[in-house]
């Protein structure tokens, strides 16, 4: 049986995608083929780094990338993570379904966090989220058809 291959696309490419697709890769690779891209490029986050160690995934390696820097690739999923992503998502192929699963934004929450301690809280709640949208995957797709 061929893998699902699912594109996580949101503004920067910088957390939230890079978090699905390390979660997807840590807990589905036997059934999913994950990739991540951002509609820009913004560098990895520091922060989403240090809170998928803390939960025993390294994304350390991972690199921040817009479309054009994947391979030629066709995707059965393209899932954005944010409402920018959403709204500019590039076109894809007639069989590629685009679903929308909204994530708050860490770094953003984190600008009005008063120490540290609080804004990783924001990028952890974050991850757990995350992770738990990914485990339900990809029979979580099914219900989106």
Known sequence: MSKVKILFLC??????????EGWTRHLKSDVIEAFSAGIEKHGLNPHAVRV????GVDISGFR????DKLPDQEFDYVITLCGHAQETCPFFPAKTRRIHVGFDDPPKL???AQSEEEALGHYCRV????RDYVRALPEA????L
Request: with cysteine; glycine share 6%; hydrophobic share 30%.
């Open 127 to 130: 991850r757990d989220e995350i």
């Open 64 to 67: 921040s990338k817009t479309m």
């Open 52 to 55: 998928m160690a803390e939960a």
């Open 11 to 20: 503004t920067g490419n910088s957390c939230r995608s890079q978090m699905a």
């Open 141 to 144: 797709l099914g219900e989106r």
């Open 110 to 112: 984190a600008q009005t």
